[in-house]
Structure formats: C-alpha cells, structure tokens
C-alpha cells in the first residue's frame, strides 16, 4: 500500500514552518486516519491541499484548488516534502517548490531521493505519478487520490444516455470542489450501471451483473446505515432520471436534505470513479481498492446523529484508505477509536502544531469540547454574562462586601428563568453563601 509518511511545510498559508509525522506508535490495529482540528485560520484546509498538491500528476497542479495563492510572497520558494511508504519500506519524497512571482509557473515537482533497488523507483513513479498524456483505457492502477469538500451538493439531471464515455475517473480527482458537470456524472453512472447489470442478468451472468452493481451496493447501503433506512433509491424511465424515496415519496435530489445532497456528492463521486479505474488487480472490490482520501469538514451540513455516524462508516466502506480528514466537530473527533489528533494553534498569525493525541470514543463531547476545541462556555453569551456577574459578586458578599447586593438579587432572578441546570448550578453556590453569611439568596 502506498501511504503518506510525513508532510513538511513551508511558507504556505499560515504556515512558516512545521512538520506532520502520520506515522503511528503501533503499526497494528489503528484505522490509519488522520484528524486536523483547530480554530478558523489555523491552516486545516492547506494541510490538506498541500498533500493533494504533490500527488497531482497534472502539470499545473499549483492551480488546482488555487492552492498557488496560499503560498507566501515574502519568499521566493515553498517547499513541500511527502514521504511516501509501503507498507515499512520507504520509497521516496517529493518536492514542490514554486517561484511566487510567476503565477503560471508550474511548481518543480520531483522525487528527490534516489532509490537504490530500481523496482521500487519504477513502482513509485509508475503509481504515484501516471502517465497523463496516455489514455487512462491503456494503463491501470495500484493506488489513486482523492480530494473532497463537505460543501458540494448532488443536484437532480436528467439522463441523457447510459452509454460509457470518455469519463476520466482521475480528471480533478484532487479538487475538492468538483465541477458541477462532474457532480451531475453520478446520476449517468448510477443508471449505467443499473442497466447493464440488468441486462447481464437476463442473459445469465450473474457474476458480472453482481459485479456492475458492486459500488452501487455500497452507496445504497451507505446511505441507508447513515439513514436508518429512511433513503431509499429508484430509477424513473420517462424521463431516465435517479430519485430518492423517504418513506414512500419520491424526491429529487436537489429537494433533498443538504446533509444527504452533500455525502451522496462526494461518495457518489469517490465509488463512480473508483468503479471506473482500471485497476490493476480488478479481483478487488473497487471500495477495497488502495487510496488515500481527503476530506475537508464533510459535517457541515450534517445533523450530530450523523456527524457521528460518518467517519466510521467512511471507514468501514474503504477499509483500505488512509484517510485525512478536517474537522470542527466534536461528533467526529470521538466516533472512532486511535485516529490520529493533530491540533493546530496560531500564535501572531503562524500557525503551529500544539498537540498530537489518538482518539477515544470513551472521551465525553464536554471533554473534547474544552481539551481539544478549546471551549470552555457551556450556555449562551447572555447566560454567560450574568454567570461572570455572579461569580464575582458571590466572592464579594462571602468577603464581607454587599455593596452589589441588589444587583446580585437582580442577577439570580435572570439565571432562575434561564432552565433547570443554571439553577441547579447557582443553587449549590447558594446554599453555601447562606452558611457563610446567614442570608438566604435562594429563588422561590
């Protein structure tokens, strides 16, 4: 398997200079996921788009995701270094340099170290970087990439024919927002796949008829685990057209709720082009295949019920992915045990690494709320406010001073009205104010 080893960065985004290891302590029994987490600006996406950078064999790959105008011009070169392995044997780095004063320029990109056994130099440059200028039809495939935002959404298209094109599975396989004309592909996919499994079936080839719906299968099953089984798929044949049914009713996608429009968008995405990679053990199940997956907050337009539910199922469907993920989710941080943490800070705009931790499902969602989100408000800002208030006024009676007396009373009865755990909460500091000073602030 390929994996990713180490990211080095420098001079990108908020970034001047830090390092990624992605290797673990353990080479046994962790799911190989990979968590970036922090505050807004604190560089998760350009984590993330750095590594889709050097694994983009397109030679203009600094344009793809504009990452081009995350590098500083204060400097007149960036660098990025991957390691690459298999399995424990190391295969080589990459290098991508960019000259900041030529925006068309493309980067440098080449493997700098130089591989003593030759078969691993042929593998590493045969798989990571395939031939763009020959047909994807005349090569096949080891390993592929991919990159993908939370903030795409499926939209409904009607199918023009289910015949297979010139579709290139690997064209901007790393952008990770796709074209909408990429996007609408799925729905042709989908009813391709359908009609020439049912076409097999008839003439009795069960085998290739199971296999034509195999990446179906695991969308469909994805969709009704995330689901509870309330998404269903159907195929209208007047016009061709691929709709959902939610308990009974049909509805096109583009009425669906934007947490479903969003992960059928890049799942459905991520199965049809892996189903259309020649492979070069196609033995494989296309879900099962060797990749690396990037994934930038694909919670944002999902409920917490989901948002918990997704990465592991993420994983469950592509048990053979690295994966590298941003989130702001609490919900995602502890739905899966032993995924790498990696928490990001920013000190006078420059981001750093703060802290390294393996995930726990046994962690509360308080916990990673305050430990590794850095949240520590538990109510809103008027609750909070008065809360403050509170506290400094309670220390001032126990010490003897009632000079804010009457605001104190003012504030208790503002937190009495604001539910049965605010209360509880001030009535324990209460009860102890009225053993230290004889008075009874307790609401009615």
Same mark, same amino acid.
């Given at each position: 398997?390929?994996?990713?080893?180490?990211?080095?960065?420098?001079?990108?985004?908020? +970034?001047?200079?830090?390092?990624?290891?992605?290797?673990?302590?353990?080479?046994? $029994?962790?799911?190989?996921?990979?968590?970036?987490?922090?505050?807004?600006?604190?560089?998760?996406?350009?984590?993330?788009?750095?590594?889709?950078?050097?694994?983009?064999?397109?030679?203009?790959?600094? &344009?793809?995701?504009?990452?081009?105008?995350?590098?500083?011009?204060?400097?007149?070169?960036?660098?990025?270094?991957?390691?690459?392995?298999?399995?424990?044997?190391?295969?080589?780095?990459?290098?991508?340099?960019?000259?900041?004063?030529?925006?068309?320029?493309?980067?440098?990109?080449?493997? *700098?170290?130089?591989?003593?056994?030759?078969?691993?130099?042929?593998?590493?440059?045969?798989?990571?970087? +395939?031939?763009?200028?020959?047909?994807?039809?005349?090569?096949?495939?080891?390993?592929?990439?991919?990159?993908?935002?939370?903030?795409?959404?499926?939209?409904?298209?009607?199918?023009?024919?289910?015949?297979?094109?010139?579709?290139?599975?690997?064209? %901007?396989?790393?952008?990770? $927002?796709?074209?909408?004309?990429?996007?609408?592909? *799925?729905?042709?996919?989908?009813?391709?796949?359908?009609?020439?499994?049912?076409?097999?079936?008839?003439?009795?080839?069960?085998?290739?008829?199971?296999?034509?719906?195999?990446?179906?299968?695991?969308?469909?099953?994805?969709?009704?685990? %995330?689901?509870?089984?309330?998404?269903?798929?159907?195929?209208?044949?007047?016009?061709?057209?691929?709709?959902?049914?939610?308990?009974?009713?049909?509805?096109?996608?583009?009425?669906?709720?934007?947490?479903?429009?969003?992960?059928?968008?890049?799942?459905? $995405? &991520?199965?049809?082009?892996?189903?259309?990679?020649?492979?070069?053990?196609?033995? *494989?199940?296309?879900?099962?295949?060797?990749?690396? &997956?990037?994934?930038?907050?694909?919670?944002?337009?999902?409920?917490?019920?989901?948002?918990?539910?997704?990465?592991?199922?993420?994983?469950?469907?592509?048990?053979?992915?690295?994966? +590298?993920?941003?989130?702001?989710?609490?919900? *995602? %941080?502890?739905?899966?045990?032993?995924?790498?943490?990696?928490?990001?800070?920013?000190?006078?705009?420059?981001?750093?690494?703060?802290?390294?931790?393996?995930?726990?499902?046994?962690?509360?969602?308080?916990?990673?709320?305050?430990?590794?989100?850095?949240?520590?408000?538990?109510?809103?800002?008027?609750?909070?406010? $008065?809360?403050?208030?509170?506290?400094?006024?309670?220390?001032?009676?126990?010490?003897?001073?009632?000079?804010?007396?009457?605001? +104190?009373?003012?504030?208790?009865?503002?937190?009495?009205?604001?539910?049965?755990?605010?209360?509880?909460?001030?009535?324990?500091?209460?009860?102890?104010?009225?053993?230290?000073?004889?008075?009874?602030?307790?609401?009615?």
């Amino acid at each position: 398997m390929i994996r990713l080893g180490k990211l080095e960065i420098k001079n990108v985004g908020p +970034f001047e200079e830090q390092e990624f290891d992605f290797h673990f302590d353990k080479e046994k $029994d962790h799911p190989d996921i990979h968590i970036f987490t922090g505050a807004n600006g604190t560089g998760k996406t350009t984590i993330l788009q750095s590594l889709a950078n050097v694994l983009n064999p397109n030679a203009k790959r600094h &344009l793809i995701n504009n990452f081009y105008k995350r590098f500083q011009v204060q400097d007149n070169e960036v660098k990025v270094l991957i390691f690459i392995k298999k399995k424990n044997q190391f295969l080589g780095v990459i290098k991508s340099t960019y000259d900041h004063e030529d925006t068309l320029m493309p980067m440098q990109y080449r493997v *700098i170290k130089k591989l003593k056994d030759h078969s691993l130099n042929k593998e590493f440059t045969e798989n990571v970087f +395939f031939d763009t200028k020959l047909a994807i039809t005349h090569q096949t495939f080891k390993f592929a990439a991919f990159g993908y935002s939370g903030y795409r959404l499926i939209n409904s298209t009607v199918i023009k024919n289910t015949e297979e094109s010139n579709y290139n599975p690997l064209h %901007l396989a790393l952008e990770f $927002d796709k074209k909408t004309e990429e996007n609408n592909n *799925i729905s042709n996919w989908i009813m391709n796949r359908y009609s020439k499994a049912a076409i097999e079936e008839t003439h009795g080839n069960k085998e290739l008829a199971d296999k034509y719906r195999s990446a179906l299968n695991c969308l469909m099953e994805s969709i009704e685990t %995330l689901t509870n089984g309330e998404f269903t798929f159907t195929i209208k044949t007047n016009p061709l057209q691929v709709v959902t049914k939610y308990h009974g009713n049909e509805i096109e996608f583009d009425v669906l709720p934007d947490g479903l429009r969003s992960i059928l968008s890049w799942m459905g $995405d &991520l199965l049809m082009r892996l189903d259309q990679i020649p492979w070069e053990n196609n033995e *494989i199940p296309v879900n099962e295949q060797d990749i690396i &997956l990037f994934l930038d907050e694909i919670e944002v337009h999902l409920h917490p019920k989901w948002q918990y539910r997704i990465l592991p199922l993420t994983k469950a469907i592509f048990p053979n992915a690295q994966i +590298f993920i941003t989130t702001h989710s609490p919900f *995602i %941080l502890n739905s899966i045990d032993d995924a790498k943490i990696y928490q990001l800070e920013t000190e006078k705009g420059i981001s750093k690494l703060k802290k390294v931790s393996l995930s726990n499902t046994g962690d509360s969602y308080q916990y990673i709320y305050e430990e590794i989100l850095g949240v520590t408000k538990r109510f809103g800002v008027e609750t909070e406010n $008065d809360l403050k208030r509170f506290n400094e006024i309670d220390s001032e009676i126990v010490q003897g001073n009632f000079e804010r007396e009457a605001e +104190f009373k003012e504030v208790i009865a503002s937190l009495a009205d604001e539910g049965k755990e605010v209360t509880s909460l001030i009535s324990s500091k209460l009860f102890r104010l009225k053993r230290v000073v004889g008075k009874d602030y307790l609401p009615a």
